[in-house]
């Protein structure tokens, strides 16, 4: 019994120190309890204040398909116009990416409520590739939020160019150089293998940092792209990502253009042009690309009725890569407009689903079967031949016949007289 007083004595004479140690005590608690509680509700259940919209997302699904992929749909007329595409090939597109991604596969969520479709997904993705519209402008119809529109476009290109780019993004082989052979002999300009040109791509969203880097004649920031296109505006050849502070040299000296042919992987071209043979094909560039033999220029101010006739042909045959520049924007107005992305890496993938897709229009509507290439008549075939993987001197070699300035002016002789015997005369 005599302990009891001795404590409650103890309690009664509690100092200012004690005092400030319980506070302490508490108040580091209190934030324990707090810590624990934000990581409770960071990985599981319902987040305190999060608004949810009831978007009608089966609803959504089922006017789409009603609208555009059911039997008497309402807008069959005009699916190829707002896809940019037949429906076949759409559909296509969309059972590959939902085979390659399980993300684009509906789902049911923990109360058994259907998520969205595959349709509605890469519905959402195309409206905003071909019509260049924020990511937000897509949930009215398809119901759709703004950031699963985006993961839905991002997954979506990186779909695409998984699946098709093997297919329809690589350089030309035995059969489409024998092809595009045959359409520049036929147009005058044999071994003639495409242009080859660059495109400049706003980016809005570029980094402050970088904007000095990635600004140059167009005073504002863009990527540049370089390709190579034939007459029926296929694209054989994608070099994106460069500054848009370069120049078409500039990109050149980066460019794996001619990666395969320096490694000795291209089959040779064997063509003959005014008694001279040529064992490389070459693409039509404008004034600013080297004197290379694989480059066929325009004559800046030409003299004489050969010179001048030249001149013209090359031109209008150069334009080739400038059309196809144009189809590619008109189809996918994403890459004419300002890119909204801030990382580089997707918009590199946004530019090659894109040129993958243009190329698969290209081959749906049968662009590429309009000529006959079956070697008969004046035109005989070209003969494509292969050889060993060359050695370190031969690649130094075939590097400086590629750069050969003599071999450049030779060529551009050859041609203005082969197209003055041909049609000039």
Not at 202 to 214: F, L, S
Not at 334 to 359: Q, S
Not at 389 to 396: Q, S
Request: charged letters at 25%.
């Amino acid at each position: 019994m005599d302990r009891y007083p001795d404590i409650l004595e103890d309690i009664l004479h509690f100092d200012e120190d004690s005092d400030d140690e319980w506070d302490m005590l508490l108040a580091e608690t209190k934030r324990e309890e707090e810590s624990r509680s934000k990581r409770r509700n960071k990985h599981r259940g319902s987040v305190p204040g999060h608004r949810i919209i009831r978007r009608g997302r089966v609803e959504g699904h089922e006017r789409l398909y009603h609208d555009y992929f059911a039997l008497n749909c309402v807008y069959d007329a005009f699916f190829r116009r707002r896809f940019r595409m037949g429906r076949p090939l759409f559909l296509r597109i969309v059972n590959a990416v939902e085979q390659y991604d399980p993300y684009f596969i509906q789902t049911t969520d923990a109360i058994k409520n259907l998520g969205l479709s595959s349709l509605q997904k890469v519905t959402a993705a195309f409206r905003i590739l071909t019509y260049g519209t924020p990511a937000d402008s897509v949930d009215e119809y398809v119901r759709i939020g703004e950031s699963t529109a985006i993961e839905s476009l991002r997954r979506f290109v990186q779909a695409v160019i998984a699946v098709f780019g093997d297919e329809y993004l690589r350089p030309p082989n035995n059969n489409d150089i024998a092809r595009l052979l045959a359409i520049g002999e036929q147009r005058g300009f044999p071994g003639i293998l495409g242009s080859i040109d660059c495109m400049h791509w706003k980016w809005k969203n570029c980094p402050t940092a970088w904007q000095g880097m990635y600004t140059g004649h167009c005073h504002e920031p863009t990527i540049i792209l370089e390709a190579v296109a034939s007459q029926d505006l296929w694209i054989w050849h994608a070099f994106f990502g460069l500054p848009g502070s370069l120049n078409d040299i500039n990109v050149l000296e980066r460019s794996p253009v001619f990666a395969t042919l320096i490694e000795g992987r291209a089959p040779p071209i064997n063509y003959r042009i005014n008694g001279h043979d040529y064992i490389m094909g070459y693409y039509l560039a404008d004034g600013i690309y080297p004197n290379w033999s694989t480059f066929v220029k325009t004559i800046p101010c030409p003299q004489g009725l050969k010179r001048k006739h030249y001149a013209a042909a090359q031109e209008s045959i150069r334009k080739d890569v400038e059309r196809a520049f144009g189809v590619l924007q008109v189809r996918f107005a994403i890459v004419r407009g300002p890119a909204r992305f801030w990382d580089e890496e997707t918009l590199a993938y946004i530019m090659k689903a894109c040129i993958i897709m243009h190329n698969m229009i290209i081959e749906d509507e049968g662009a590429t079967n309009d000529n006959d290439f079956d070697g008969s008549g004046e035109n005989p075939i070209v003969q494509v031949s292969h050889v060993h993987t060359p050695e370190f001197v031969d690649f130094i070699q075939t590097h400086h016949q590629i750069r050969s300035n003599a071999s450049h002016s030779q060529l551009q002789s050859d041609l203005i007289e082969h197209l003055w015997q041909r049609y000039g005369q």
